[in-house]
């Protein structure tokens, strides 16, 4: 190779080289502690300041961000979402000013291997026998990154049986703290109410509540059931060939989803089904008329 292809070629491919860091001492840190192959995706909640984090500012769904102040508007008039009694990890019914049902939120640290699992069997299976709880192959604590992944995949693909899902960061008294936090946020705020009546309005923390938790946010479907119910009656009454064979196809693009994303949770417990029967007797009444 002569000399003028060899510069030419230095310049389309450009060497690779170690280039020093000169970011400030925090960022460099931050690099150094998570910036390593077999560390989470995102850092712990408690390693940085949540409450500075604008985890919530969604830009490119306008709907799903107005859904999202709309929660965060109830919560802070005192509609506390609600926990869901159903599966082995906390999650919660969030609703809106009207107490409506907007949304499913799945704190990440109340997930089935979280810290914060509310659920007391599924701690003292872990606990006590943890060679038969959960499955090996699964990543401990990225639930929620599944939840927001299988809802883009669902969005690229156009399949459109994934409900729209986000990662973001919510506040409540319901969700299930620490009794230490509860304890020193009730401890703060009693001071700073003390020091004010003292001394005209003055306050020695920063007038903050509960820390937010980081989880997925998928949105509410109405009118849908769990799957075992609507299976349980087809065995005793089956559906005409013409909903079989929908609800067919709509089972097939779960199964293609599910062998994408690698899901290996599926149950009749956590996919829903909505049959209108009185809907489907109206379509055969016009096309018999029609025909």
């Known amino acids: ?88 990890s906390g999650s919660y019914f969030v609703k809106n000013l009207e107490g409506k049902i907007i949304g499913v939120f799945k704190p990440k640290d109340e997930e089935p291997y979280g810290r914060h699992n509310p659920k007391w069997s599924k701690w003292l299976q872990k606990t006590c026998c943890p060679c038969c709880f959960g499955r090996s192959c699964l990543v401990p604590n990225q639930g929620y990154l599944s939840e927001a992944g299988a809802s883009i995949i669902d969005k690229k693909l156009k399949l459109n049986i994934v409900p729209r899902t986000k990662v973001v960061r919510l506040a409540a008294d319901s969700f299930n703290y620490p009794a230490y936090k509860r304890k020193w946020m009730t401890a703060k705020r009693e001071i700073n109410e003390r020091v004010s009546a003292q001394f005209h309005g003055k306050r020695v923390f920063q007038p903050r509540g509960l820390p937010t938790k980081i989880g997925s946010f998928q949105l509410f479907v109405e009118g849908y059931s769990d799957s075992d119910v609507l299976l349980k009656q087809i065995d005793h009454e089956p559906l005409p060939p013409d909903v079989s064979e929908q609800f067919q196809h709509q089972f097939e693009r779960l199964v293609v989803l599910d062998y994408i994303i690698r899901n290996t949770d599926r149950n009749n417990g956590n996919w829903l089904i909505k049959y209108d029967k009185s809907t489907d007797e109206r379509d055969k009444d016009t096309t018999s008329g029609r025909t």
């Open 1 to 88: 190779m002569d000399s003028d292809s060899g510069d030419q070629s230095s310049v389309i491919i450009p060497d690779v080289c170690l280039v020093n860091n000169t970011t400030s001492g925090n960022h460099h840190r931050y690099q150094t502690q998570y910036s390593r192959e077999s560390q989470p995706l995102l850092p712990r909640m408690d390693s940085m300041d949540s409450n500075h984090i604008p985890w919530n500012s969604i830009i490119d769904d306008p709907e799903y961000a107005d859904i999202i102040f709309q929660a965060e508007r109830a919560i802070e008039s005192g509609i506390l979402p609600l926990r869901i009694a159903q599966g082995s």
